[in-house]
């Protein structure tokens, strides 16, 4: 029998379980645990003191934009992503030089700072600076698109399964080294798909589709399986959020029938910035979490790496899969509304935003009031023109007049203890 999430109030730290084989629909409990998202079993994969999958909460990552070869702006750059709740941050590594720089950098932030958990990014024939980078950090990604360089040819019309079977031998002998060493460090590899970087011989033999991406995923990990490696992540991502939908939703069905239990990265690559940007990202993320599919996010903008780790925190708190801030509930306001709600809402949320765990309402009227924030720890309720309603769960507990309102919900919250100072 799956084992339904934990609607946790805990902070990032908290734990959560949840198993469930993903299906193309939302998973969701519909017993005592109504609207609870039942994850996709996964096996735990660690990075650094970091664990993606085995029930875990799902993982937030980022990656900075600071030149690897820049120590210290590096240094600082991962610093501030992780003090805002980054959990793992991404460094790319173009080249050997970049190689030996993440290792100064790993060492200057355990020497001034935490031994937060590194990935290290490579890309074009990168055996060799895989190999190296695999000595400094905590998880190595890869792209199957081009860790192996296939020479495109104008006139191709086909993939012979000789030259198909050649490359795949070429692609196993380079991959090996970067596996066995993986293996031995106990470290971990992301196999990192991207829609817009396949392989030749995946296009000409499945298109440029989901499948595509899938088995260019498949082929890696067989080789990883066939060398008893198995400490990896999978991600499948793509600009178009339908294509990234598919892909995931397609490489947890083949996982599941191939008996494989990997975690899923979820992410939209190149979302752009701004409202836009923010919705896309959510658009793709959070319906794939909605169905029990994924276990680590990046939300990728193109913004300071510091504003993706809010808009990852809001898509896990509004599917109730991390607690990281106070939740509040609060209507739209209509003509029924007795007080100004948008004001209101304001003054609240700036008294207590740093109570970490809290669902706090604020309700114009009292049509909908009390049944809409049923769920809610505490309530601010329009019950007649200047007067308040102050609410415990579902128990009007008393009145006051409007403008006590803010000033008495504290008060009441501290009479519960469950008040700490900012």
Request: proline content about 4%.
């Amino acid at each position: 029998m799956a084992t339904v999430s934990e609607n946790t109030k805990s902070t990032q730290n908290g734990t959560q379980n949840g198993t469930q084989k993903a299906t193309a629909e939302p998973i969701v409990d519909g017993s005592e645990n109504l609207g609870v998202i039942v994850r996709r079993k996964t096996r735990p994969v660690q990075v650094g003191n970091i664990t993606i999958g085995g029930g875990a909460p799902v993982v937030v990552q980022s990656m900075i934009n600071e030149d690897t070869l820049d120590i210290d702006g590096s240094v600082a750059g991962i610093r501030r992503l992780h003090e805002i709740g980054c959990e793992i941050v991404r460094v790319t590594v173009p080249s050997m030089a970049h190689a030996a720089a993440l290792s100064e950098i790993r060492q200057k932030l355990k020497r001034t700072y935490l031994d937060v958990p590194l990935v290290a990014d490579v890309h074009h024939n990168g055996m060799k600076i895989a190999l190296e980078v695999a000595k400094h950090i905590h998880k190595v990604r890869i792209n199957p698109g081009l860790y192996v360089f296939e020479k495109p040819k104008a006139n191709r019309t086909e993939y012979t399964q000789s030259e198909f079977d050649e490359i795949a031998e070429k692609v196993r002998d380079t991959l090996k080294p970067l596996v066995l060493s993986l293996k031995e460090q106990g470290k971990a590899m992301r196999i990192g798909v991207n829609h817009g970087s396949l392989a030749e011989r995946m296009l000409f033999t499945y298109g440029d589709t989901p499948q595509g991406m899938v088995e260019s995923a498949i082929e890696f990990i067989r080789i990883c399986e066939d060398l008893d490696f198995k400490n990896i992540v999978i991600s499948m991502k793509a600009s178009r959020v339908p294509v990234m939908i598919a892909a995931y939703q397609l490489m947890a069905k083949r996982m599941d029938q191939l008996g494989m239990d990997y975690p899923l990265h979820l992410g939209v690559t190149e979302a752009g910035d701004g409202e836009y940007g923010r919705i896309k990202s959510t658009a793709g993320i959070a319906t794939l979490l909605s169905q029990g599919i994924g276990d680590t996010i990046r939300v990728s903008l193109t913004e300071a790496p510091e504003k993706e780790i809010p808009v990852c925190y809001s898509i896990l708190q509004s599917l109730g899969l991390r607690k990281t801030m106070v939740e509040y509930v609060a209507c739209p306001s209509c003509g029924r509304t007795l007080f100004n709600l948008e004001e209101v809402l304001h003054k609240v949320r700036e008294a207590t935003s740093h109570l970490v765990g809290l669902d706090i309402a604020v309700m114009g009227c009292i049509v909908n009031g009390p049944g809409e924030m049923a769920d809610a720890d505490y309530g601010y309720v329009g019950k007649t023109p200047g007067t308040i309603s102050l609410y415990r769960g579902k128990e009007e507990i008393k009145r006051v007049p409007e403008a006590e309102g803010v000033e008495q919900l504290i008060a009441l919250i501290k009479s519960d203890d469950r008040w700490v100072d900012p």
